[in-house]
């Protein structure tokens, strides 16, 4: 039930990461520079990805779109949150916020879905690698990738339409640096209980799902692992899925932390650094994982530099 009649909120104020306005120009350099690694790192994985014949395997054709995923997750939220760091006033207008917020669900949903996409093609190659290229068609790849864009506008539109069918007309400042689910039905003077019900339903199950099924093809991996002999064999094989491991434990350590805790032991300092983590540092971080732990990577990379250095 509404509270009364009262003028409708047009635009949102982002009361930013930091209380300290004198921290402003050193934050807007700091993050300026992890957006350019980000833009740089990803790009570069998905051009190097594109350009090497070798690499055009079920394996780098998720890790190019996990990249162009990682470059859009970022991009929704980085460059506003630079302008705001210069600007007086950190509006934001009440449908770009609502854009903001489904394209943010979009992707997050997207890497969600992918990266646990990545750990069923590690277990499939590792523990059934005669059947892998039986298994992981270009079919069932694109089939797979088409039920991540799903999941994604799946979930983002049932949430950001249970959070903006409700009444905004109290307070417009957002405790946040984007526009998120929590800050924003912080703010509604309607009855949340249902938004706060579809939207942690919808957490809990992708979440669930996408770690049972993570922690699954792992504890069939580390069985094989196991029963492999050759101490070399067991370096190779674990070199293989390492570099996405490290990614799983960054991107759902940060998830379940942000929406899965509970709610008596919110704090809002707590919920910006985990969110910074998830939206700037994790994106940064999962191209250079990839190309530092990753032997074919590399070897692609060293090649590519070499023909440009012959044009």
């Known amino acids: 039930m509404d509270r009364g009649n009262c003028s409708k909120v047009t635009e949102f104020i982002l009361l930013g990461i930091t209380d300290l306005p004198n921290l402003n120009g050193v934050l807007f350099l700091l993050f300026l ?20 014949p070798h690499l055009q395997t079920p394996m780098y054709f998720f890790l190019g779109n996990l990249s162009l995923v990682d470059l859009c997750y970022s991009s929704v939220i980085a460059p506003k949150m630079l302008v705001n760091f210069l600007a007086e006033k950190n509006a934001i207008l009440y449908n770009a916020c609502a854009v903001q917020l489904f394209a943010f ?31 992981m068609t270009q079919r069932v790849c694109l089939q797979l990738l088409s039920m991540a864009f799903l999941c994604g506008l799946f979930n983002s539109s049932v949430n950001v339409a249970g959070t903006f069918r409700l009444s905004y007309c109290g307070s417009n400042e957002i405790q946040h640096f984007y526009c998120d689910f929590l800050p924003l039905l912080d703010l509604t003077n309607s009855d949340t209980l249902t938004s706060r019900l579809v939207l942690f339903i919808c957490a809990d199950f992708f979440t669930m799902c996408a770690v049972s099924v993570i922690i699954a093809s792992y504890v069939s991996i580390l069985r094989r692992i196991l029963a492999t002999r050759s101490t070399d064999g067991r370096l190779k094989t674990f070199s293989t899925c390492s570099s996405h491991f490290t990614c799983v434990i960054l991107f759902y350590g940060t998830i379940l932390f942000m929406y899965l805790r509970p709610t008596s032991r919110y704090s809002r300092d707590e919920d910006r650094v985990a969110s910074v983590l998830c939206t700037v540092v994790i994106p940064m971080l999962n191209p250079l994982i990839y190309s530092l732990r990753n032997k074919e990577v590399k070897r692609a990379l060293e090649r590519t530099l070499r023909k440009m250095k012959c044009l």
């Open 33 to 52: 520079a992890m957006y350019t690694v980000t833009i740089v790192g990803n790009v570069g994985i998905t051009f190097l990805i594109w350009l090497n």
């Open 105 to 135: 669900a979009l992707f997050g949903t997207i890497e969600c879905v992918l990266i646990t996409v990545m750990a069923y093609d590690r277990y499939i190659a590792i523990c059934n690698p005669l059947m892998y290229n039986m298994v």
